[in-house]
């Protein structure tokens, strides 16, 4: 029996999502206090280091793309799809503990988080079926289509700081008709 592979599906997108936001977070430059972008995925709770970024996937909403679902002909293949509205936090994390300096280190963070965001329409999307350690694109795209900063919940642990970005963003989920 051949193994499950879906190239459009939610996997491969948030992967492709999550192994983009880790590594351009990095790649744009970090301020010198901070000796690593540390990037907790799916973390619901307080992050165990300080200073951190989270991406958490809320959840998301189905929308139809087209009448009858047709997306594309390609190589004489039709397929069907539908646009998914995701809904994507991030957080960024920081501890008051022996730091003088956490409310400007949280916005600095906050910065990158916005900067990064604001500067990218578009992530493309790998194939993590074939394999996660080099996977080939797809050709689809996850489309960045909203940032808004949101209040953060209270944390228990009175020491800890956070910010808290609502991103909202769009991909075509499509599979042969």
Known sequence: MPAFTHTYGRWAVKGSFNKWF???????????????????????????????????????????????????????????????????????????????SWEQRLEQMADMVTRLLQGTKSVAVNDLYAGTASPSATGAILRVVGIEETTAPHDPNLSVEQRRFIVTATWVERWAA
């Open 22 to 100: 880790a590594d351009s977070i990095d790649d744009q430059g970090l301020p010198s206090w901070m000796a690593a972008a540390v990037v907790n995925f799916d973390y619901p709770a307080t992050p165990v280091t300080f200073p951190s970024f989270s991406v958490t996937w809320l959840g998301r909403r189905a929308e139809q793309v087209s009448q009858g679902e047709f997306v594309e002909s390609s190589g004489g293949t039709r397929y069907k799809g539908q646009r998914w509205r995701e809904v994507i936090e991030v957080r960024c994390w920081e501890t008051r503990d022996g730091n003088p």
